[in-house]
C-alpha cells in the first residue's frame, strides 16, 4: 500500500513538472526526513511550479512569501494586535502558518527577516510577544536564490545555510521533457486544479516509518568518517558539523525507505553526500581562487573512505 502511494505521488509530479526525477525524489526524501530545501537556480525553471505541485499532491496548505529588502520579520512570524473588543492583545498568523512555504529569493531579504524564518525552521514554532505558537505539521521550507545575480542581496549566513537539509539544482529539462511541458501548457494541464494524492495523515506516518529504518553501526561509522575528513582536508576552511552529519543519516533513511529497504546502505549515502554536505563546507581562499566547487572536493573525499564491511 505504502508502494502504491508513492507512485501515484511520483506520476502525480511529473504530470505537471517537467523536470528530472532526481529532484523529484530528493525533495520527497527532504520531506520525509523532515528537512528543508534550498533550491539555487535560474529564473524559469519550475522552482514555484514544483514547490506548488509538490504541496498539491500531497493536499497540504501552502504558502509563497516573495522576499524584498523591505519585507519585515512580523510579515513572516505574524504579530500581536491589540483587540480594543476584547480588551487584550491577539496573534495574528503570519505566512509561515503553512504546511509547506515557498520562501522565493530568500537572499533578497535582510538578515534580520532571514533570521524569523530559523526558529521556525529549526522548531517548527515561533514566538511572539513571549508566546509560542506551533507551527502546522507536517512543515517544510522550500527557499530559492538565483546564483546569477547578486545586486542587492544579502548572502545566507553558513548558520542559516546549515539549516537547511539539501541545496538542489533543477537545471534545464531535457529536449522531450521540454516538448512535453510545451504541449501540456498548451493543452491547458498546467492550469488544472492538482488532486492530492496524499493527506498530512498519510505523511506522517510514512515520517514515523523512516525512523524505523535501520542504520547499521558499520554505515554510522562510513557517514562519521566521511563528516570528519570535511574537517581536516586541506581545501575546506569549515568542514560539516554535527548537525550535517545527523542530516545526512536521516535523509539516507529516507531514501532507503522509498527504494524499498528498511535499512541503510551505503550507496544511500553516497548519493545524497553532495546535496545534503556541499553547501555547509566552506572552501580556504587557496581553493577559491583555483574556482574549485565543494562538492567536487567532496566527491574526492568519498571516494576515498573505505566503505563499511557490513
Known amino acids: 500500500m505504502t508502494a502504491d502511494l508513492l507512485d501515484r505521488f511520483r506520476e502525480q509530479i511529473s504530470r505537471y513538472f517537467a523536470g528530472k526525477k532526481e529532484i523529484t525524489e530528493n525533495f520527497l526524501c527532504c ?3 523532515s ?27 501552502f504558502g509563497r512569501i516573495q522576499f524584498t529588502p523591505d519585507t519585515m520579520p512580523s510579515d513572516v512570524t505574524g504579530l500581536s494586535i491589540y483587540d480594543m473588543k476584547a480588551g ?17 529569493e530568500l537572499n533578497r531579504t535582510s538578515p534580520k527577516t532571514q533570521a ?7 522548531e517548527s514554532q515561533v514566538t511572539i510577544d513571549g508566546n509560542i505558537y506551533p507551527l502546522p ?24 545555510l546549515d539549516r537547511f537539509m539539501m541545496r538542489l539544482s533543477i537545471g534545464y529539462p531535457s529536449a522531450d521533457e521540454e516538448l512535453r511541458l510545451a504541449k501540456s501548457h498548451m493543452e491547458g494541464i498546467q492550469n488544472e486544479k492538482i488532486e492530492a494524492v496524499l493527506n498530512a495523515s498519510d505523511m506522517l506516518n510514512l ?12 554505515v ?26 545527523l542530516q545526512l543519516l536521516q535523509a539516507s533513511r529516507a531514501r532507503a525507505f522509498l527504494n524499498g529497504y528498511d535499512y541503510v546502505k ?21 581553493m577559491k581562487l583555483q574556482k574549485k566547487d565543494a562538492s567536487d572536493l567532496l566527491e574526492a573525499i568519498v571516494l576515498k573512505t573505505r566503505l563499511p564491511i557490513k
Open 35 to 61: 528537512g528543508h530545501v534550498l533550491l539555487e537556480d535560474v529564473p524559469g525553471v519550475g522552482k514555484t511550479t514544483l514547490a506548488r505541485t509538490f504541496a498539491g499532491s500531497l493536499g497540504m496548505s
Open 207 to 218: 515520517k514515523e516509518a523512516v525512523n524505523k529504518v535501520h542504520i547499521s553501526d558499520g
Open 266 to 286: 551505503p550507496d544511500d549515502v553516497k548519493k545524497l553526500a553532495a546535496p545534503v554536505l556541499s553547501h555547509r563546507l566552506v572552501l580556504t581562499t587557496e
Open 31 to 33: 520531506f520525509l526526513a
Open 88 to 104: 487584550e492583545f491577539s496573534y495574528k498568523p503570519g505566512a509561515i502558518m503553512k504546511n509547506i512555504i515557498l520562501a522565493d
Open 137 to 160: 505539521q507536517p512543515f517544510m521550507v522550500i527557499a530559492t536564490q538565483n546564483p546569477i545575480s547578486f545586486t542587492g542581496t544579502f548572502p545566507l549566513p553558513e548558520a542559516q
Open 116 to 122: 524569523a524564518l530559523l526558529e521556525a525552521m529549526a
Open 220 to 245: 554510522l561509522a562510513y557517514v562519521h568518517q566521511i563528516t570528519e575528513a570535511t574537517r581536516t582536508d586541506n581545501g575546506f576552511a569549515l568542514g560539516a558539523s554535527p548537525r550535517a552529519m
